[in-house]
Each structure stands twice: as structure tokens, then as C-alpha cells.
């Protein structure tokens, strides 16, 4: 099979961007709502990029809660993405040069896309997928917090199933293939499901021993069927 | 507003790390087999833990829409493997729901 190029990394970021545009309007108009400056504004989403943390952290700070603790909460929310690069990593001989860049767009999303590709990962495709991404977020913010509430409510509401649609787009196919995505995935579901719920550990924690555990249990479970 | 700098790059440092640390500590040649083997499993077992329980909640506060436009979701790609049609024929179906309900 031919490897990935930049021209797949562009179409395969198409649902990403139509998801990430929205989102980052809210947090456009958000922001300003809260008094920030453009220049903040627009270097939160150009800076961090990520997603869900970025509104935590506006709350905090609205809030008045100090530095150290919005990283630590921000710290543990996002660590998730270590696994996610590790499994990306072992995928993809890169340059140095473009790295920090590649590294800089790994996200649920992207991730998502890029980890259930079944043909070779390439640098190219990579750049593509995760800066248009980021393009997509950035445009969003900005967009925001300029034109403000432009988009029609019942709009708004509706794409913001978006994501979530790809996110099972994306695995449905790999469910059809093969038994361990779907008891795999099914089981890292359902232990996030009762870990957010029990409320003893946070969303961040969750997330991340949800991801480690069924991710343990499917390489025992299916330790002699490779 | 310097203090919402400090937040802001203190955010970068601590989302930046642990996307990147993982580039340089793994490399293609080196992995031992049992370490690719659970990386291997990473992606279903992100997949599962982004879809739940946060999917039941995309629309906020209206699970009986969510859930209904997340099915047309995995009914669309499962029969066909076009992401776009998915999310597309989703999202439609969750403005019809939340049009009429």
C-alpha cells in the first residue's frame, strides 16, 4: 500500500477543522465576554491549543484561582496525550526539524485519525492533518471573538455532535474488522464511564487509567490471537 | 493582565511536554515488542474512553437527541467507511431532532 500523503492529511482533517471551528468560536466570545485582550485570546488558542482545557482554564481564572493550580488541573487533563503521542511515535520516523510541530498538533482528534490509518504514516501527512487542524482552531477563536454569537443557535447545537460522530465513524469500521477494538474500546468506555461518574478521581485521571486498563486488559485478553 | 501570560505559557509547557516527550523516548527501531504491543492497543482504548460517557452529553443537556444522531453515526459507518457522510448525515440528523423537539 502507497504511504500517506499530505493530500490525505488534508482531506482526513476535513471533519476535524468542521468540528474544532465551533468550539473555538464559543471560546472566541467566551473570552471576550470575560474582558479578555485579543492578544490573549488569540494566544491561548495559538499557544495551547487544547480544546476542553482551555475553557477549564477560563473558568478558573474567572474564578480567581491562581497559576500553579490551573497547570496542575490543565497538567493532569492533558496528559492523556502522552499515550497518544507514544503510540503515534512508534509509527512514524520523523524529521527533528518537524517534531516540535507534529508533536505541538497531537490531540484527541488528530490522533483519532491518524492512529486508525492502516497505510504507513508519513511526515507529510502528519503537517497536513494537524495544522489544518490547528488552522481550523485558531480560526475559530479568532472569529469568535470578533463577530461574536454569529452562528444560528440551532446550528451550533447541532454541529456540536460533530466530534463525537467522527469519533465513532472512526471505530466503527475497526469494530466491524476485529473483535479487540470493539471489547477493547467498549471497556475503556465503561470504565470512564463509572470512574467520571463515582466522582473519586477526576475527569483527567479517568481518562487516563480508562485508557491504560483496557489497553492492559486487551493485550492480555488477546495475548495468543495476533 | 501579565499574570494571564504566565498562565497561558505555563499551559504550554504543560500541555507541550507530554505531546512531545514521547518522540524523542520512542524510537521506530528500538521498541521493545511488549511495549508495541500495548501501544498497539492504545487507539481502541482511547476511541472507547472519548466516546464514553462524554458522547451522551454532545449535545449539552439533550441526551435523547445525542444518542439518536450518534446512532446514525455508527449505522452510516458501518456500512460505509466515508468519515464525511457520517458526521455529516449525523449532524443533519441532530438539526432535524432539535428542529422539531
Known sequence: MKKLTYIDGLRAAIPVFTGYFPIAVTFGLLAASVNMSFLHTFSFSALVFAGASQFVALNMIKAGIGAGEIALAVFLLNFRHFLMSASISSRVKLNKLVIPVIAFGVTDETFAVASMQKRELSEGYMLALNLTSYSGWVAGTVTGFIAGDFLPPLLQESISICLYAMFIAILMPEVKQSLKAGVVALLAGLINTVLSYSGIISAGWAIILSIIAAASAGMIIFRNRE | MDNLFTIIFLMLAVTYIPRAAPFYLVSTDSIP???????????????????????????????????????????VAWFNSNIIASVFLSVAAAFIMLSFF
Open chain 2, 33 to 75: 515488542p511488549l511495549l508495541k504491543r500495548f501501544l498497539s492497543f492504545i487507539p481502541y482504548a482511547a476511541l472507547g474512553a472519548l466516546i464514553l460517557p462524554g458522547s451522551i452529553d454532545a449535545v449539552s443537556g439533550r441526551p435523547e437527541i445525542s444518542i439518536p444522531a450518534l446512532f446514525v453515526a455508527g449505522i
